[in-house]
T-cell receptor, first 113, second 111 residues
Framework: DAGVIQSPRHEVTEMGQEVTLRCKPI?????LFWYRQTMMRGLELLIY????????DSGMPEDRFSAKMPNASFSTLKIQPSEPRDSAVYFC???????????FGDGTRLSIL | GESVGLHLPTLSVQEGDNSIINCAYS??????FIWYKQESGKGPQFIID?????DKRQGQRVTVLLNKTVKHLSLQIAATQPGDSAVYFC??????????FGAGTTVTVRA
């Protein structure tokens, strides 16, 4: 079975530009998570969806970040406008539900110049 | 605030030996724990999980031990192989979804 699929794998853009990261969760999983990984802060949860509804967005850094899940098989994380400090690896993960293992995609490495 | 941390940032192991990776957590309300393996350029890969009503769980070549008294978690890897070289993270959650990750332990397997 296919795992969590993220695109693009790498993104390099100039500050001020809009960035959209995409995620396809594992089929049948009803929980979806967006994480950010940096050397300084490690892995941080940004937002959690359950059955396409945002449940916890307390980790979203600021209003420049937004996430949507229009259906069970697709989610986006958008940064507008992007800043150099947003440079990180962004991971999407999905699970069958709460207290179930979260399975991660291979991430999007984002560089904001 | 609450945090999950690892005792050692690096571990060097001879191929064929057993590895033990340790993790301390501080949130006494945590009731679900997971170990992940992350290889370079990839996302964290689920290894094994354990709930707070258990103190030991075994998988294929791996065993997780949970000591709630001292808030300590460990991952044992039997007969360590070169493919086990990676960064290992423990994660815990008190609310079933919001995982807090440790800093990670880099495991290097010597041939």
């Amino acid at each position: 079975d296919a795992g969590v699929i993220q695109s693009p794998r790498h993104e390099v853009t100039e500050m001020g530009q809009e960035v959209t990261l995409r995620c396809k969760p594992i089929s049948g999983h009803n929980s979806l998570f967006w994480y950010r990984q940096t050397m300084m802060r490690g892995l941080e949860l940004l937002i959690y969806f359950n059955n396409n509804v945002p449940i916890d967005d307390s980790g979203m850094p600021e209003d420049r970040f937004s996430a949507k899940m229009p259906n069970a098989s697709f989610s986006t994380l958008k940064i507008q406008p992007s800043e150099p400090r947003d440079s990180a690896v962004y991971f999407c993960a999905s699970s069958l539900g709460e207290a179930q293992p979260q399975h991660f995609g291979d991430g999007t490495r984002l560089s904001i110049l | 605030g609450e945090s999950v941390g690892l005792h050692l940032p690096t571990l060097s192991v001879q191929e064929g030996d057993n590895s033990i990776i340790n993790c301390a957590y501080s949130n006494s309300a945590s009731d679900y724990f997971i170990w992940y393996k992350q290889e370079s350029g990839k996302g964290p890969q689920f290894i094994i999980d354990i709930r707070s009503n258990m103190d030991k769980r075994q998988g294929q070549r791996v065993t997780v031990l949970l000591n709630k008294t001292v808030k300590h978690l460990s991952l044992q890897i039997a007969a360590t192989q070169p493919g086990d070289s990676a960064v290992y993270f423990c994660a815990e959650t008190p609310n079933d979804y919001k995982l807090s990750f440790g800093a990670g332990t880099t495991v290097t397997v010597r041939a």
